[in-house]
């Protein structure tokens, strides 16, 4: 059964930084690309960074280039986003998946960036 769980959320004003984490089981970790994905309220879910097996290739959202780092841990069979430099348009949930499209993800973990 396939297990993601989130952290690493909170509050923080603008210019700020959080790291999340989201641990994985119960599938081959070390061989799947891994994504972080957010929702706004009241917006649809929105792809944010993919790292690949191997941590050999990660991508971003032009908007959070510069400033959000995706990692893993093969090892912990946990996969990080370090954000920087936070802005309120930032503001989300903020979830973990194995798939493209999202589908199979964790509960989340909600960062939310104001003054």
């Known amino acids: 059964q396939v297990q993601l769980v989130e952290s690493g959320g909170g509050v923080v004003q603008p210019g700020g930084s959080l790291r999340l984490s989201c641990e994985a089981s119960g599938f081959s970790f070390e061989n799947a690309n891994m994504r972080w994905f957010r929702q706004a309220p009241g917006k649809g879910p929105e792809w944010v960074s993919t790292i690949t097996s191997g941590s050999s290739f990660a991508t971003y959202l032009n908007s959070v280039k510069g400033r959000f780092t995706i990692s893993r841990d093969d090892a912990k069979n946990t996969i990080y986003l370090q954000m920087t430099n936070l802005k309120p348009g930032d503001t989300g949930l903020y979830y973990c998946?194995?798939?493209?499209?999202?589908?199979?993800r964790g509960q989340g973990t909600q960062v939310t960036v104001s003054s």
């Open positions: 998946s194995k798939d493209s499209a999202g589908v199979t």
